[in-house]
């Protein structure tokens, strides 16, 4: 900090949105950024950026290692909740899949009351965010890629460097693509345009040229870390938001600080605190300032500076789950990698330290689809549909949650909206562990080589919570999502783990399983049994990782927590920029929606400040 306690903006949190947020502010060298971390530079540790090490992340000290409370509907599971803790968040842990939004989900946050944030203006956002290395016209044409050739929509030209790790030995991404298209839902159309549905060969954020993760931290900060404007704290923790009050309006003023000494400091803001710190501690942190609900600021002895019992609530995140198939030993997947097994290890790791290649070298999931309740496509299907929202009702009078209920119906009725994202990777998965460990899941048990289906719900109607249960700003949330407590979840979601049978029945996929191979689960051989399905979500499920709502984009009245220019209502001079905004959570892996989330935030900020564009 040099030793400054003053700074224009103060950016709390140095994750995927406020290293962001700290380059495109420094761009005008009259603004003082200081960025504030609980975590550590991890710039130059390979967990991070050898692409295929991500899971030694998990429970370590990059990870704040989050857990939910017991889930009913799980069978009183506690779930492992992982998020980044380190200086580029969750970009630095992440499985790296770069997913696009539907144009729908994002309409609908416009629709909310939020001018501004439809299709027509977040496109160009996430286009801005990051750049794609179109592959060659032969590897293009293997993966089903032609649409990147065509050049009609690629304009993009951020610094998230973004590939494609398939190549022409790549039997499986191909077997994937063409699998979906036997199946009558091919690519209907470039992911990044908005509309698209079927199976696809997905980019993940590694380089090309150096085969290394690209983030938040390595592709926005490390460019411009040395620019004289910028200033980072790491491992040091936010106790609050301090406030001066003008007309009845709190104004944000600075900040105190929990430094990694122990020390207490307080850092002033000349302009403006900008909270960036993540679905749940952004929301803790405006708790612990006073912004929140009484009933639970008071009893811990927390002075209310705004009423708003909107935060900390409307948690979202995507269900998921998924089965393990075994395949031929023809088939080359990383199981060996996950057991540990140092005959692997060594090769790969002399493969990628000599030529970045191997499986070292590539994101773990690159293998897509975007789909709908396929059963629901029949006249029949219809009918059984109807059937289900008649049962189901929106069972609430809250406004806004009947337009989320309606939004997500129209998303059922429609032969063109997807519901579900399934996700394939060339490992086995470890969906029989309790979920109580994130690691866990990820570890491969049995001999053999697998690939994983998974299906992931994209708009869950069960809504959580995130809220404090202590004045200690290291102290995490009490996280209660409520997995599967809208009934319509479970029975969605259900259909679709159904279909992941009918995937990998389907040619050419099916050939590539060992004929009376395996599943793990061993329970996993549901033969079409929707009870067996549900049974099996309940035992099985976790979250996608991917947090969003507790600080909502929408009218106050309307459960906001900020307004249609992220400032939180009831203030001045206090924003919240990361994925805690989005008022519906998008339908995929959520960070190329926070990078352009941002990258539009960044814009309002210099709008609102008349700095440099």
Same mark, same amino acid.
């Given at each position: ?6 700074y ?37 540790d ?22 939910t ?49 439809g299709w ?66 091919g ?10 549905m ?28 040395d ?27 600075? /900040? ?45 002895? /927390? ?7 909107n ?49 070292f ?5 690159n293998?897509?689809a ?43 009725q429609?032969f ?16 029989g562990?309790?979920g ?14 697998? /690939? ?24 995490k ?14 029975? /969605?979601?259900?259909r679709?783990?159904?279909f ?9 996929l099916?050939?590539?399983l ?5 599943r ?28 969003a ?34 008022p ?6 959520l960070q190329?929606?926070?990078?352009a ?17």
């Amino acid at each position: 900090m040099n030793g400054m306690s003053e700074y224009d903006f103060i950016v709390v949190g140095g994750g995927t949105s406020g290293l962001v947020l700290a380059a495109r502010l420094t761009e005008d060298p009259h603004v003082e950024v200081l960025v504030v971390e609980a975590g550590e530079d991890h710039l130059q540790d390979p967990r991070i950026s050898v692409p295929a090490l991500w899971p030694s992340l998990l429970g370590s000290e990059a990870d704040w290692s989050f857990a939910t409370q017991p889930q009913t509907a799980l069978y009183d599971r506690v779930i492992s909740h992982p998020q980044g803790r380190a200086l580029g968040g969750s970009s630095g842990l992440n499985a790296q899949a770069f997913i696009a939004p539907s144009e729908a989900g994002i309409n609908f946050w416009r629709d909310l009351g939020n001018p501004g944030w439809g299709w027509d203006t977040m496109s160009s956002y996430y286009q801005k965010s990051h750049i794609l290395l179109v592959p060659p016209a032969d590897v293009c044409a293997h993966l089903g890629l032609k649409y990147l050739m065509e050049g009609k929509y690629r304009e993009d030209s951020g610094p998230i460097q973004i590939s494609y790790t398939g190549t022409m030995a790549d039997s499986l991404s191909k077997a994937w693509v063409d699998t979906f298209r036997a199946l009558n839902y091919g690519l209907s159309g470039d992911p990044f345009a908005g509309g698209s549905m079927g199976g696809f060969a997905n980019p993940t954020t590694v380089n090309s040229a150096t085969k290394e993760r690209s983030y938040s931290a390595s592709a926005y900060f490390a460019p411009v870390r040395d620019r004289a404007n910028l200033h980072l704290v790491t491992n040091s923790h936010v106790k609050a938001i301090n406030f001066e009050h003008e007309a009845g309006v709190a104004m944000a003023s600075s /900040i105190s600080l929990l430094t990694s000494e122990g020390a207490s400091q307080e850092l002033k803001a000349r302009r403006e605190i900008i909270l960036a710190a993540g679905a749940f501690n952004s929301s803790k942190i405006l708790e612990l300032s006073g912004i929140g609900n009484p009933a639970i600021l008071e009893p811990l002895g /927390i002075d209310v500076v705004v009423y708003n019992p909107n935060v900390g609530e409307n948690l979202q995140d995507h269900p998921m789950t998924g089965i393990s198939f075994e395949v031929k030993p023809s088939v080359t997947t990383l199981d060996d990698l996950n057991r540990q097994d140092p005959a692997a290890i060594s090769a790969a790791m002399q493969a990628y330290e000599t030529a970045k290649t191997g499986p070292f070298s590539g994101g773990a999931i690159n293998s897509f689809a975007f789909m709908p309740v396929v059963e629901f496509q029949s006249e029949a299907g219809q009918a059984e549909l109807q059937r289900l929202l008649h049962t189901y009702p929106q069972a609430t009078t809250n406004q806004d949650q009947a337009s989320e209920y309606s939004f997500v119906r129209n998303v059922l009725q429609s032969f063109d909206q997807s519901s579900v994202a399934y996700f394939m990777y060339a490992a086995q998965g470890n969906f029989g562990a309790n979920g109580s460990k994130a690691k866990d899941v990820t570890m491969a048990l049995e001999p053999g080589n697998f /690939i994983t289906v998974a299906a992931s719900l994209s708009y869950p109607l069960s809504r959580g919570s995130s809220h404090i249960s202590s004045t200690d700003p290291t102290a995490k949330p009490k996280i209660d999502p409520r997995y599967l407590s809208h009934p319509l979840d479970l029975e /969605i979601m259900a259909r679709h783990l159904l279909f992941v049978e009918k995937i990998v029945s389907t040619e050419p996929l099916a050939s590539m399983l060992k004929p009376d191979g395996k599943r793990r689960p061993a329970s996993t051989y549901l033969n079409g049994d929707l009870e067996k399905a549900k049974e099996y979500l309940k035992r099985t499920m976790i979250p996608g990782w991917h947090p969003a709502g507790t600080c909502a984009m929408k009218p106050l009245e309307k459960g906001g927590v900020v307004d249609e220019r992220l400032v939180v209502h009831g203030t001045r001079f206090l924003r919240v920029v990361d994925a805690s905004v989005m008022p519906l959570v998008s339908r995929g892996n959520l960070q190329s929606t926070v990078y352009a989330v941002t990258e539009r935030a960044a814009d309002l900020v210099k709008e609102d400040w008349g700095l440099r564009p």
